[in-house]
T-cell receptor
Framework: NAGVTQTPKFQVLKTGQSMTLQCAQD?????MYWYRQDPGMGLRLIYY???????DKGEVPNGYNVSRLNKREFSLRLESAAPSQTSVYFC???????????FGEGSRLTVL | AQSVTQLDSQVPVFEEAPVELRCNYS??????LFWYVQYPNQGLQLLLK??????LVESINGFEAEFNKSQTSFHLRKPSVHISDTAEYFC?????????????FGTGTLLAVQP
């Protein structure tokens, strides 16, 4: 089983460029999430989708947009990348409620 | 504010020694509590969870955590660590109220096991 798959795994951008991080899960989960991980700051929620057709802001949504394309896929878009968005991005999914999250392997993004 | 606190950013320990990684949660979060482990260059994996019932929960690889409501703590322990336990450990709790759809993470503790 693939679980949660993220692409790309690595990306280098120049300031102002745009890009989309893709995430897909094959567990038929209802909820999907995007986190960013920075040294000393743990994981911070960017956006989440509690169910297909809905999206909501998390703790640090500025500079990002998301699309819940269908139940399987949840993409994260950076419209105009900034050096402050250099980070490791994790996608996760869950059944919803208070259950565990299942994480992808991460996408390491560097903005120059 | 709803928060999860891991006071120790790094815990060095010798192999076969016991270890405790501390986690405290604010009284405003839910009591659905988790420990995740992250090995180098990998995603997070669930180590153990407390949802209800017995306050002592165990993982398959010898870790255990105890839910302590009066101290708002969920510390992680292992009686004898191995080199392979070297990783970053994150404590997390589901939010309450307007944050019920948010899993709130602590800042992580790096467990560095030395031979």
């Amino acid at each position: 089983n693939a679980g949660v798959t993220q692409t790309p795994k690595f990306q280098v951008l120049k300031t102002g460029q745009s890009m989309t991080l893709q995430c897909a899960q094959d567990m038929n989960h209802n909820s999907m999430y995007w986190y960013r991980q920075d040294p000393g700051m743990g994981l911070r929620l960017i956006y989440y989708s509690a169910s297909e057709g809905t999206t909501d802001k998390g703790e640090v949504p500025n500079g990002y947009n998301v699309s819940r394309l269908n139940k399987r896929e949840f993409s994260l878009r950076l419209e105009s990348a900034a050096p402050s968005q250099t980070s490791v991005y994790f996608c996760a999914s869950s059944w919803g409620g208070a259950g565990e999250l299942f994480f992808g392997e991460g996408s390491r993004l560097t903005v120059l | 504010a709803q928060s999860v606190t891991q006071l120790d950013s790094q815990v060095p320990v010798f192999e076969e020694a016991p270890v405790e990684l501390r986690c405290n949660y604010s009284s405003s979060v839910s009591v659905y509590l988790f420990w995740y482990v992250q090995y180098p260059n990998q995603g997070l994996q669930l180590l153990l969870k407390y949802l209800s019932g017995s306050t002592l929960v165990e993982s398959i690889n010898g870790f255990e955590a105890e839910f302590n409501k009066s101290q708002t703590s969920f510390h992680l322990r292992k009686p004898s660590v191995h080199i392979s336990d070297t990783a970053e450990y994150f404590c997390a709790a589901w939010g309450n109220g307007g944050a019920t759809n948010k899993l709130i993470f602590g800042t992580g503790t790096l467990l560095a096991v030395q031979p």
